[in-house]
């Protein structure tokens, strides 16, 4: 079955820098539009930053200028640079998938921002 599996969460100070990656299995990766979003406690799901099959990019804009989302079509990952994190950027970060009418989610990491 299809996975999806995010690494890099954690634990950092406001101003420092994390890179998400999420890898998948059992797709055809490379054609598949990839998305990060993140969900708070008691907010909606939201899109942080997308990366198209043929690597148009685009971000929310909470976070245009700070984070970098790419894509190695090798490896079957997606990666989202986050830098200059802010508290306000604490939430569950999930990857997703979507081609046509196919939709993936991963299980999510956690991303806390905190002194």
């Known amino acids: 079955q299809v996975q999806l599996v995010e690494s890099g969460g954690g634990l950092v100070q406001p101003g420092g820098s994390l890179r998400l990656s999420c890898a998948a299995s059992?797709?055809?990766?490379?054609?598949?539009?990839m998305g990060w979003y993140r969900q708070a406690p008691g907010k909606q799901r939201e899109l942080v930053a997308a990366?198209?099959?043929?690597?148009?990019?685009n971000y929310a804009d909470s976070v245009k200028g700070r984070f970098t989302i790419s894509r190695d079509n090798a490896k079957n990952t997606v990666y989202l640079q986050m830098n200059s994190l802010k508290p306000e950027d604490t939430a569950v970060y999930y990857c997703?998938?979507?081609?046509?009418?196919?939709?993936?989610w991963g299980q999510g990491t956690q991303v806390t921002v905190s002194s």
């Open positions: 059992k797709i055809i990766f490379s054609i598949y539009n």
């Open positions: 997703n998938a979507r081609r046509d009418w196919f939709e993936y």
């Open positions: 990366i198209t099959s043929g690597g148009s990019t």
